[in-house]
């Protein structure tokens, strides 16, 4: 695989996509690589869609502040509303990414008996390589 130059992160905010971020941070900063953090919301009703943008904003924040690196590296940040996967996987094209890094488990009350979904269906229909992450 050569060296990353667009490094994918997905996050839900949990201690898990915490870990994935600082993977990404590492891979970055030994490559010199560009991050990108997305969030997808699920908006049902349009009315609620602001309130979500507002809250996921920051959350993403408060999640990069946790990072010193991020700031020094510059990472950017975006908020998507749809299907999980199906955005991750947009956002991955849009950006020209070269790797996706996620974490393998997510918020879920069943992820610890199996690979999360999200991963699982990013993994299916991503055409870069995917590092899934603990």
Known sequence: MPAPTRILVPTDFSEHSDRAL???????????AKIYLVHVITVIRSDFED????????KLQDQLRKFPLAEQLGVSVCIRNGVTYEEILKEGKDKGIDLIVIASLGQSGVAKYFTGGVARNVLKGSKCPVLLTK
């Open 51 to 58: 309130m979500l943008r507002k809250e996921a904003q920051e």
């Open 22 to 32: 600082e993977q990404a941070l590492d891979i970055a900063e030994q490559y010199g």
